[in-house]
């Protein structure tokens, strides 16, 4: 018998986004540099979390409680409160903005058109940035971090696809993006990145193998790895060889990073030839030994870390996988499925997920790749995560 299935409410936080005034300073030096490849969850009784409602600008005059449907949407209004973006394309990287808990923001990137999209509840999209990408062999914009010192620099990075290679490049509003580590094999496939600043100044980058199940255990490539650089692409400091980049190898097409609020657990999820898998990075340790597994590969994508609970997005079965985690951090048992239409909404396809307080992520769908997409497709979409009780083992 399989897992029973629990329904986590949402909630929805109002306001608009922080925006940064000011130009940043890029510094050249890392711009030539070129690294050529040589028991189950129960939701504890009690409230959700306390949260702000928030009037969105296409909501209908009498918005829908938890007892009334939510009407379906009317082009690119969509009366659904968890809804804080409409009409993008395939959303496939996504960014959380600072905040105090009062309001919610997010950079949102298109896959397709390298776009970048300032978004927020209750205010409209506005074009951040436009990325120069290759959207050939499933790449294109497919990763977004904010730098580890945004509050200061306003800086951005992104994983692109470009005609000759999968690259970071970091930019700002209104500047043009900048290359910081350029030469990650491109391939036919498995182009797929993703970025996480890791708490503690340094960048973590996964890449795909570029349709070559062989680069990832290759210590000279690029591929199929998790790097973590310097934010001027340098290699950190203690990564397990001075001179690499790498950190981690042994991945396919990586979904997501996350971490804990700390930075002292980490993860990434990959979808593989046979089966979709989760793994916990050790730094100097190839990925070869997943912490969960999913032989029905139902897409792994994004990712958050919740302490007691880890989500998984799916952009394959189009739901949210919560694993359970014990207090050392292994999965203490079988997801419990949320986000499907049964156990809450379902958005469709999921390609991004980033946490943007304890309690709450920003999720984007990609439903316009491939998945059946409503009028006000793609979305930004909020998570909210109601605290559980009894996960792990005894």
Known sequence: MGPRRKSWPL????????????????????????????????????????LPEAES???????????????????????????????????????ALPTDGSSIGALAGERRSGKVFLVGADTEKTEFASLDVA????????????????????????YVTTPTDNRVV???QGQPAKPVLTGIPKGPN?????????????????TGNAGNVRAADDPASLAGKVLRITPGGQPAE????????VLAGG?????????????????VTDQGPDKDSLYRIQPGSDLSAPAWTWPDQPGVTGCADWTDVLAVATSGSGNVQNLPLTEDGSVGGEP???????????????????????????????????????????????????????????
């Not at 396809?349 to 998945?371: C, E, H, M, S, W």
């Open 135 to 158: 959207a050939d062999g499933d790449g294109g914009l497919t990763g977004l971090a904010l730098s580890p010192t945004y509050a200061e620099d306003g800086l951005v990075f992104a």
């Open 11 to 50: 909630a929805i936080l109002a306001g608009g986004v922080v925006l940064l005034s000011g130009c940043a300073q890029f510094d050249d030096s890392a711009a030539g540099q070129d690294w050529q490849p040589a028991p189950e969850l129960t939701p504890e009784a009690g409230p959700q979390p306390e």
């Open 170 to 172: 970091r930019f700002a």
């Open 336 to 394: 419990q499925i949320t986000m499907d239409g049964d156990n809450g909404p379902s958005y469709g396809k999921l390609g991004a997920l980033d946490p943007v307080t304890p309690d709450v992520a920003v999720a984007g769908t990609i439903n316009k790749d491939g998945g059946d997409p409503v009028s006000s497709d793609d979305r930004v979409v909020l998570v909210v995560r109601q605290p559980a009780s009894g996960s792990g083992r005894d």
């Open 57 to 95: 600008q296409s909501a209908p005059s009498e918005p829908p409680t938890s007892d009334t449907p939510i009407p379906p949407p009317d082009g690119c209004k969509d009366f659904d409160k968890a809804v804080i973006a409409t009409c993008l394309d395939t959303v496939s990287a996504i960014a």
């Open 190 to 206: 498995g182009n797929r990145g993703s970025l996480l600043a890791d708490g503690n100044g340094s960048l973590l980058v996964a």
């Open 251 to 267: 991945l396919h097409n990586p979904g997501g990073l996350c971490k804990t609020t700390d930075g002292s657990r980490m993860w």
């Open 238 to 245: 203690d990564n397990p060889k001075p001179d690499s980049p």
